[in-house]
């Protein structure tokens, strides 16, 4: 049974950094497409960074520059460093999964985490 568990959320000011973690158990990390995903009050759910087997990574407009996504295979872990915080990057944050190498598209992503809370502050 694959078990995504985020943790790392918080609440900082603006400008503050935060990292999330996504611990995965009964899942091979390792060459599968991760990713982060995130659901602001009344917003659609926005897919903020990617991590291919392959490792390339990709990340949404609104983001890049500031986070970075990155993964431990040896820990099964995938974290997302969030620097330079900006209170529209309040939203609960989600780790996903898929069970290919890319994911192309959300529908792709398998497994879910119940999600972290980040609350900035201006």
């Known amino acids: 049974q694959v078990q995504l568990v985020e943790s790392g959320g918080g609440s900082v000011q603006a400008g503050g950094s935060l990292r999330l973690s996504c611990a995965a158990s009964?899942?091979?990390?390792?060459?599968?497409?991760m990713g982060w995903f995130r659901r602001a009050p009344g917003k659609e759910r926005e897919r903020v960074a990617r991590s291919d087997g392959d490792a390339y990574t990709t990340y949404a407009d609104s983001v890049t520059g500031r986070f970075t996504i990155s993964r431990d295979n040896a820990k099964n872990t995938l974290y997302l460093q969030m620097n330079s915080l900006k209170p529209e990057d309040t939203a609960m944050y989600y780790c996903?999964?898929?069970?290919?190498?890319?994911?192309?598209?959300?529908?792709?992503?398998?497994?879910w985490g119940r999600g972290a809370q980040v609350t900035v502050s201006s």
């Open positions: 009964g899942y091979p990390a390792s060459g599968y497409c």
């Open positions: 996903a999964a898929g069970a290919r190498a890319t994911c192309f598209s959300d529908s792709q992503y398998l497994y």
